[in-house]
């Protein structure tokens, strides 16, 4: 199979300079109207594409059909990225760079030169000899995540559409908003998308296929103290401040986001705001297991009893709020999903490496809503970060691996 070669990288370019970044405290959806500027040019280029049901709708999203062109009943899959940049760091005015023919070591970034891609931090380097390795300019992340995803969909869409003689089913195309700040799936219509099966193109390293993501609660804990003049305190103030300060100091150390790996799990306070009467703390608890959830929830609240009994004339509230939950629940329910998917990996030249996410994706949510979704690698680096970079032939094998995806459905049905 041939690509244009340029194809997926002037779509990556034209889509990484379009401000998308969503925004945590806004609680409209989508959370930032710009997400729909990227939103409508791709509805502009799959209707260009001859895809005639695309449409961006209410929310941001964005539809469209490629149709199947198989006698065969094949099951319909969707594949998926979202379309904003994470809030972590700026993603206004990108400014991409192209390191071509890549021939090893640190990559300085010409935008702010304080900025380095250091090979020591980013063994991954050594994979991309000879490739050309998009950056930013150091002063912007470059939004890979999830753009390179959007980018090699689209392109695997104008492959096939090009190429009546590649056998596949209906395939559903997806693009979301608001995925960075959790609510990615929200607004999405599972009945108007109308597939059976989905696939994020949301990973990073080429052959790295994610089949599992944490399992994830927020906690709030609000205390109210015994606000008291400070002059006539003594024995009589109980300070809703020190109070949280000293539930925050009790969390175990070995149970935190900086001293885990792997598939450990921890419980990590992400604000905390208060005066003497009041105070709040908001939680994130996170475990592949849903009975690590519960265990680090009960000491959690553990803890806080233990701090409150020292404070009589006080009380606290303990609330927990679902997130998401570990998506391969839903996917064991289906091995087709994944074997097809490791026999994609395998025919682009890949030896598929099955991990876990150590966070959430819109797989997890859209899993749960009824569309089992997996997540599978996009050739993205150092996410969320000025540090930001993606290989091009990397892109080109994931627009690869998506055309032997839907191969390989059709094959097998």
Known sequence: MSLPTDTVLDRFLRYVVIDTQSEATSTSQPSTEKQKNLGRILEQELKSLGLADAHLDEHGNVYA?????????????CLCSHMDTAPDFSGTGVKP???KNYQG???RLVGDTSQVIRVAEHPELQAQIGHDIVTTDGTTLLGADDKAGVAEIMTAAQFL????????????????????IGRGADKVDLKKLGATFGYTLDGSTIGEIENE???????????????M???????????????????????PQDQAPETTEGRQGFIHPVGISGTMEGAKIGFIIRDFEDAGLSEKEDLLKAIAEDVMNAYPGSTYSFTVKEQYR????????????????????????????????????DGSRLSFMGLPCPNIFTGGHAYHSPLEWVSVQDMETSVRAIVELVKVWEERA
């Open 326 to 361: 570990n998506m391969r629940i839903v996917l064991d329910r289906h091995p087709e999903i994944m074997d097809n998917l490791i026999e994609a990996t395998r025919r682009v030249g890949l030896e598929p490496k099955i991990t876990s996410i150590r966070g959430g994706t």
């Open 105 to 107: 070591g640190d990559i």
């Open 97 to 99: 760079q192209i390191v």
């Open 229 to 251: 003049h400070p002059g006539t305190a003594k024995g009589r103030m109980e300070n809703a401040i020190k109070i949280a300060s000293a539930i925050v100091a009790r969390l």
């Open 161 to 180: 559409l090009a190429n009546p003689q590649v056998k596949h089913g209906a395939v559903k195309i997806l693009f979301t908003t608001d995925e960075e």
């Open 65 to 77: 059909t490629i149709p199947a062109n198989t006698a065969k009943t094949v099951p319909v899959i």
């Open 213 to 227: 993501t944490f399992s994830a609660d927020g906690v709030t804990i609000e205390i109210s103290g015994v606000a």
